[in-house]
């Protein structure tokens, strides 16, 4: 018997029953759906997340004051002083493993001009920040090595803040603007960089020489952050290495002491990000795979069922001609044709949402059709498994038993 | 004459547990091409059984069964699906249609299960069939929207759009009235007229005198075979009381 009349007997019988094929398949259509709706969000989180943390910098190595615990009480960063100037110049000195570092000292200042406020934030950052954290100059120029020495009133805003204090659309080069009491000149504006991955507006900043926020602004002579960039991302490990022995000699920390500084490189925090996505994936990923095993018992269960109502129907076949093979063939058919529909739909119902859910949320979609056909092979491997047995107890009915059974 | 069936010293034994009943007990005939025969005897004489063996559905105990002079005892269970496919059609008691499937579909049937026939000249085949029983008009009805004896000329439209070289019926009118138990025997008459051999099992002698030999059987044995005087269906349909119940 050939195999397209096998597929037509499988199939015409299938739509004798349409609802039942119906019922049974949303097993299917639910784990095929999900499976692939998961691991296509997962990879588009993965993805944006990714895309995003590169788009900071993924040699961008940070040091920041160690948070501080008293009796178990974190106590904040706040009140420790540890990092200087001096720290960043002796890790570019020593350290082979570092392109560039910055001092970040930060303030919040009221910016106006003319009738508009806007509540700022102030980085006081060297001539190399805007590189080792990837923003690039719209227009203008950078502040310069010589803006540091004489804690020049220059600054480099950002698109939020242009968009906010030149209402009018005036050009802001060239300009002064007041950050509390102080007239800062407005020398270059940013390119757009839009939203991190933790919601933050990283348009919303004004750049400046941290000789002058250290001075003018806050009358400090610590900083509170160091802005690095590693050689290249490979060596991200090791520049981390070199700048927590260096700052160890110069805090003069005890060997038994902890650090007084914590240093997180961009990598790692790329690297622990995709492997919580991965886990994520791995575990929606299972459930998806369970709810597909009990979509196929409910397959296996629903033939069982078919196989004796029709029991019946397969002694009247084997009269009019069909070998075992063939009634073992139909039922398979039919457990494989309901699977395969059903992961079919359920691939479209799992596209449509991960597409759904992933525009929502301003991810960028993904279509993984490795997935894809993968389920498609999970789904017809799903179908012979989970009918063979009722196939076989199918295929090996007597007839005359069978034609007489009730 | 062309033998169709030959059958030698049949037994066919159950066994039930300890106790083995003896359903066939060493029977013997033959039955040429075109020979319209009926099984008869009481419940329980074996008739089934034997029927159930001349169509290859089940295997005699001992004993030599050779069907159109092939040998069927040492045949495979999937040579016996062929044989069935092609030499045999059968027609039972209860029908047997396949539900919600219309009467084209399930004329179709035997078909499916013979590679040789295209989907087209299987159509073709099966609408043919369907003309001979008279229900040409019925191709797209299912078996719910069918008579009683609408349903069993389906089934018998089945049983002969393979062309097999013999019909078996096991108590083909048992739940037809009297008026359709005729036109269907009509019918039978009608395909044997067109040299379809045709063994059929019934208890019933009213039924049995529109053949032309009855095989009697008791206990496993058989006690008379002899051929009969045919009355026709045709005449007995015509006789009938016009509106009987
Ligand atoms: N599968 C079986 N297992 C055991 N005994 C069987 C089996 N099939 C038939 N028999 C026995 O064989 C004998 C003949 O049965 P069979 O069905 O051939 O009778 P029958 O002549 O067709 O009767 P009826 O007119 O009631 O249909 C009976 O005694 C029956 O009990
Ligand atoms: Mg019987």
Redesign the interface.
Known sequence: MNFINQIKIAWQALLRNKTRALLTMLGIIIGIGSVIAMVSLGQSSTKGISSEISSMGTNTVMVMRASQTQGGVNIGAGNVQTLKVSDVEAILAESSNISMASPVVNASQQIVYGANNWPGSVSGVNEDYLEINKYEIASGSNITADDMRNSAKVCVIGQTVVDNIFTKGENPLGKVIRLGRIPVKVVGVLKSKGTNMMGMDQDDIVIMPYTTVQKRMLAINYIHMISASAMSEDLSELAIADIESILRRTHKIDVEDEDDFDVFAQQQMLDMLSSVTDMLTILLAAIAAISLLVGGIGIMNIMYVTVTERTREIGLRMAVGAKNKDILKQFLYESTILSLVGGVVGMIFGVGLSYAVSSLLGWSFVLNIPTMAVSFIVCAAIGMFFGWYPARKASNLDPINALRYE | METIIKIDKLHREFNMGSETVRALKGISFEIQKGEFVSIMGTSGSGKSTLL?IL?C??RPTAGDYYIDGTSVSKLS??EL??I???KIG?V?QSY?L????SAL?NVE??L????TVSSTERRERAVHALEQVGLSDRIDHTPNQLSGGQQQRVAIA?AIV?DPVMLLADEATGNLDTRTSYEIMNLFQELNSHGKTIVFVTHESDIAVFTNRTIMLRDGNIVKDEGIKTLSARTALDNLPVSED
Not at chain 2, 98 to 101: A, K
């Open positions: 159930n169509g559905l089940d269970k999937d699906s062929t069935r496919n092609r059968f039972f047997n396949l539900p919600r499937t579909e049937l035997p499916l299960y013979n590679n089945r393979n």
